[in-house]
């Protein structure tokens, strides 16, 4: 079965960006010359798995900065919204997180990214994330839009590793799952 | 000044007890012989400040746990409150965190030990956290009692050092305030 990965930034509070979706707090903490791994995480990951939040924040950028295709998990969203330029780069997807994962095994796909704090959260509450690598920042916001959310039951992490950058951004690995 | 120091356990997603106030899952997770440096920590500490949520946890126990003299932030709990055997080792405050941070620096105290998320949280939005050493065990609990809350602006904090434990514990240290 294909599965979820998470790659992604919080506060030490745990919020992936302020509440109106600001992510200057990260930026101004990042230091580009330092390798955070990315480039290393998305090398076999077979496309991106977003919400609408994630979505709307990454084409307010000048540029589209994904090279792998990118799904959008919306009940609202349609093709039309697709900019011109990027139709064959996004797909609109309105499947629950379990129905999305079996569409895309079906396809061969074997891993993909999760990425947003709402999504993360439905693939973690049908335990369709496999691991998770969370760099957090050296900040307290105090308020924004959070990573983790409710869960019905305790959910176990197996601690794989942790890196710690000059610029003080810590990354761990976690593994879904007990020892 | 006397300065306020943070020692603390907490889930991945940010929670330092269950609703009603357990530990089982940190408890479970702890290898009690690893030296997660708590004996180092408090050497140099002159007393502790809890609120009453930590206090009613910790009379729960068969017996008292802290070697430093306990000062207990209520605005009803009364010295009669206190059980006899412990008279000498707690002291009820009714003060602002300012006003009992001024009084304990008139007695000559360097340091204190800020505990539990309420006083925690007050205490670094009136700025008298000093550093914080925070101590994450690989579990989501999805619900509970929050470590941080709502702050009125962002802040800045260094990150001294991460140490990593074979139980999976990750403790990192934390200076309050920009580099």
Do not use: C
Not at 22 to 36: M, S, V
Not at 64 to 87: A, E
Not at 114 to 143: C, E, H, K, W, Y
């Amino acid at each position: 079965m294909v599965t979820g990965h998470v790659f992604i930034a919080t506060s030490l509070d745990g919020f992936i960006s302020t509440a109106d979706g600001g992510i200057e707090w990260l930026i101004r903490r990042d230091d580009p010359n330092e390798d955070h791994g990315y480039n290393d995480f998305i090398k076999d990951i077979d496309g991106l798995i977003m919400g609408r939040g994630t979505y709307e924040k990454a084409i307010s950028f000048e540029s589209w900065q994904y090279t792998i295709p990118v799904l959008v998990m919306s009940r609202t969203l349609k093709s039309k919204d697709i900019p011109i330029s990027l139709k064959d780069k996004i797909q609109i997807v309105d499947y629950s997180p379990i129905d999305l994962m079996r569409s895309l095994d079906a396809k061969g796909w074997r891993k993909v990214y999760v990425d947003g704090g709402q999504v993360i959260q439905s693939f973690l509450r049908d335990n369709l994330i496999a691991d998770m690598v969370i760099t957090t920042a050296p900040v307290l916001l105090g308020a924004g839009r959070s990573l983790f959310g409710a869960l019905s039951s305790e959910t176990s992490l197996t601690h794989i590793k942790t890196t710690t950058f000059p610029s003080g951004l810590v990354q761990s690995k976690y593994r879904v799952g007990g020892k």
